[in-house]
């Protein structure tokens, strides 16, 4: 049983900024160099014979290279009940249509769409269960505002160089102790040039 993701790799001179952002945040899981990605299918757990079917139909996905920029912060959740904090990207309509192709492609094999209407983003921390308000005394106000709300307003002007996209890739996704462990398992390269 495999259980399997579509996204898009990020070069390395992109993730290594993004680790740079990481700070102490109470209850948060940053991912690591090797995570960072954006997801555009999760496609789940299939059994091996599934997988020729799986490859046939990203084969078929159309894509148009295109580049791409990480621009942003954001949180999924509020400051004192997070759930992830993300990295956006622009421009965000490229993204869309090679997420809403890829999911065109896999409904016939069972995958269902997301409930939540897509949002392209690159996930830098999950937070665990317990959600703990994180004061931090703002000088200039000398009034309380959570941490999460000071990293987010410390990096809302994130601009980072842009990079091309010639191909999306398939990934296996195994859980470890440590987390999470991604592997490219497949790529599907553009119609023009990778």
């Not at 492609?105 to 409930?115: D, I, K, Q």
């Not at 996930?123 to 703002?138: E, K, V």
Request: negative net charge.
């Amino acid at each position: 049983m495999l259980r399997l993701f579509v996204g898009l790799e990020l070069p390395s001179d992109t993730k290594q900024q993004l680790i740079t952002l990481r700070t102490e945040l109470t209850d948060a899981k940053w991912q690591t160099e090797e995570q960072l990605h954006l997801t555009l299918c999760f496609i789940g757990n299939v059994d091996d014979e599934q997988l020729d079917a799986i490859y046939e139909e990203l084969y078929r996905v159309t894509l148009a290279p295109f580049r791409l920029a990480v621009n942003e912060v954001g949180l999924f959740g509020s400051p004192l009940h997070p759930q992830n904090l993300w990295a956006g990207v622009a421009p965000e309509s490229p993204v869309k249509a090679l997420h809403e192709a890829i999911h065109e492609r896999m409904a016939p094999l069972g995958v269902s769409p997301p409930e939540k209407p897509f949002r392209p983003h690159v996930t830098l921390a999950r937070f665990r269960r317990r959600r703990s308000r994180q004061p931090l005394i703002r000088p200039d106000r000398k009034t309380e505002m959570p941490v999460i709300e000071h990293f987010l307003e410390r990096h809302k002007q994130l601009a980072l160089p842009d990079f091309h996209v010639g191909h999306f890739s398939l990934f296996s996704s195994t859980q470890r102790p440590e987390g999470s462990h991604y592997q490219v398992i497949g790529r599907f390269p553009s119609d023009g040039f990778d």
